[in-house]
């Protein structure tokens, strides 16, 4: 397998090294420093050196464009000009506006936009690891038009360098992220500005901060060109999310006002079981179960599939794509978590017209 990593820096990087470890891939990178190559080199995060993007994703396998929000759409575009059969993917945060600009490319189908839920606190392809994506969710953001044999490609490369994928559309992705990634980068930013406001206003300096602040300020002011692009281009979502959790906060403010202990302790205890009931959900729902579904191999199909399978909240945990003969069916195979999870995906498959069954253990 050849993968090409366009932008080498913790997250290109990173996909270097796993894909060297775990897939035992050629990894080619190509990055506008060359500083950024040469130590990639010595890391070994890249076996070779690009000098474009078209030469590092031609003869690829897989594209992965790592690389700020604001340059992904031509990147994604040089890499699909390279031509070939290379599957070519993204890892940024938000996806319409990007999705939107390259549906319109006549390549459109080898492009699946990416998301990996992985980060670490320093940047830089020197702080790369082969492990950052292990048991990371992976958001997978096909188009209507995906080809259903690089969707295969790319979400079997994902998970085999140990991530999670799972499909969701741009827009309810970009609609969720705001919430659980943009917004709390938001109330970090808004939390040191009162705090330092508070410091001003007072004759004496605020007590020494407690790892409470620490914990919910870590992430304030992170790399001010990354989440400048992330905010712009999200700007509509996460202004909507900071609306709503204002009027949240003022609720609280009327809680906490009126005195009331009663009032208060079963507000803290509803937030304690909220974020109980958060957590578990990210947590396997059991062992899990193969489903075989028979297939139209039509531009799309595997898409249309994997979005509506996440529509419902059921995760595919694994997906395999095995064409027929003729090349116009196929089989999908899938594996989710739990009986009742089975059942469920099982309902939604049919659904959409296709014949599928939940294969009994031992079969």
């Given at each position: 397998m050849?993968?090409a990593?366009?932008?080498?820096g913790?997250?290109?990087?990173?996909?270097g090294l796993a894909s060297?470890?775990?897939?035992?891939a050629?990894?080619?990178?190509?990055?506008?420093?060359?500083g950024?190559?040469?130590?990639?080199?010595?890391l070994?995060?890249i076996?070779?050196?690009?000098?474009?993007?078209?030469e590092?994703a031609a003869?690829a396998d897989?594209?992965?464009?790592?690389?700020?929000?604001?340059e992904?759409?031509?990147?994604?575009?040089a890499?699909?000009a390279a031509?070939g059969?290379?599957v070519v993917?993204?890892v940024?945060?938000t996806?319409?506006?990007?999705?939107?600009?390259v549906?319109?490319?006549p390549?459109?189908?080898?492009?699946?936009?990416?998301?990996p839920?992985?980060g670490?606190?320093?940047?830089?392809v020197?702080?790369a690891r082969?492990?950052?994506?292990d048991?990371?969710r992976?958001?997978?953001?096909?188009?209507?038009?995906?080809?259903?044999v690089?969707y295969?490609?790319l979400?079997?490369?994902?998970?085999?360098?140990?991530?999670?994928?799972q499909a969701?559309?741009?827009?309810?992705?970009?609609?969720?992220?705001?919430t659980?990634?943009?917004?709390p980068h938001?109330?970090?930013?808004a939390?040191v500005?009162?705090?330092v406001?508070a410091?001003?206003?007072?004759?004496e300096?605020l007590?020494?901060a407690?790892?409470?602040f620490?914990?919910a300020?870590?992430?304030?002011?992170?790399?001010?060109?990354i989440w400048a692009?992330i905010?712009?281009?999200?700007a509509?979502?996460?202004?909507?999310?900071?609306d709503?959790v204002?009027?949240?906060l003022r609720?609280?403010?009327?809680?906490?006002?009126?005195g009331?202990?009663?009032?208060i302790?079963?507000?803290?205890?509803?937030?304690r079981?909220?974020?109980?009931?958060?957590?578990?959900?990210?947590?396997?729902a059991?062992?899990l179960r193969?489903l075989r579904?028979?297939?139209?191999?039509r531009p799309?199909?595997?898409a249309?599939?994997?979005l509506?399978?996440?529509?419902?909240?059921v995760n595919?945990?694994?997906?395999?794509?095995?064409?027929a003969p003729?090349?116009r069916?196929?089989?999908?195979?899938?594996?989710v978590a739990g009986?009742?999870?089975a059942e469920?995906a099982?309902?939604?498959?049919?659904g959409?017209g296709h014949s599928?069954d939940i294969?009994?253990?031992?079969q």
């Amino acid at each position: 397998m050849r993968i090409a990593v366009l932008g080498v820096g913790l997250i290109g990087g990173s996909i270097g090294l796993a894909s060297r470890d775990r897939l035992g891939a050629r990894v080619v990178g190509y990055d506008p420093d060359q500083g950024i190559l040469d130590r990639a080199l010595e890391l070994g995060a890249i076996d070779e050196v690009a000098p474009s993007p078209a030469e590092a994703a031609a003869g690829a396998d897989i594209a992965f464009c790592a690389a700020p929000v604001r340059e992904l759409p031509g990147l994604v575009e040089a890499a699909l000009a390279a031509g070939g059969d290379a599957v070519v993917s993204d890892v940024g945060s938000t996806k319409r506006e990007l999705v939107a600009r390259v549906a319109a490319h006549p390549d459109a189908e080898r492009f699946i936009g990416g998301h990996p839920i992985a980060g670490a606190e320093s940047a830089g392809v020197e702080h790369a690891r082969a492990d950052l994506f292990d048991g990371a969710r992976w958001y997978l953001t096909p188009s209507p038009t995906a080809s259903g044999v690089h969707y295969d490609r790319l979400q079997r490369a994902i998970a085999e360098i140990g991530a999670r994928p799972q499909a969701i559309d741009a827009e309810s992705h970009d609609r969720l992220l705001a919430t659980v990634s943009h917004l709390p980068h938001v109330l970090a930013n808004a939390l040191v500005g009162q705090a330092v406001a508070a410091a001003s206003e007072e004759a004496e300096r605020l007590p020494e901060a407690g790892p409470s602040f620490r914990d919910a300020t870590r992430v304030a002011g992170a790399n001010p060109r990354i989440w400048a692009d992330i905010f712009a281009s999200n700007a509509d979502v996460v202004a909507a999310e900071i609306d709503a959790v204002v009027e949240r906060l003022r609720e609280a403010a009327a809680v906490i006002r009126s005195g009331d202990r009663d009032r208060i302790y079963a507000w803290q205890q509803e937030a304690r079981s909220a974020r109980a009931r958060l957590m578990e959900g990210a947590r396997t729902a059991g062992p899990l179960r193969e489903l075989r579904a028979s297939v139209a191999n039509r531009p799309g199909t595997l898409a249309e599939l994997a979005l509506a399978l996440g529509r419902a909240g059921v995760n595919i945990e694994d997906m395999a794509l095995y064409p027929a003969p003729d090349m116009r069916t196929g089989a999908v195979t899938m594996w989710v978590a739990g009986d009742a999870e089975a059942e469920r995906a099982a309902d939604i498959v049919r659904g959409l017209g296709h014949s599928v069954d939940i294969v009994s253990e031992g079969q």
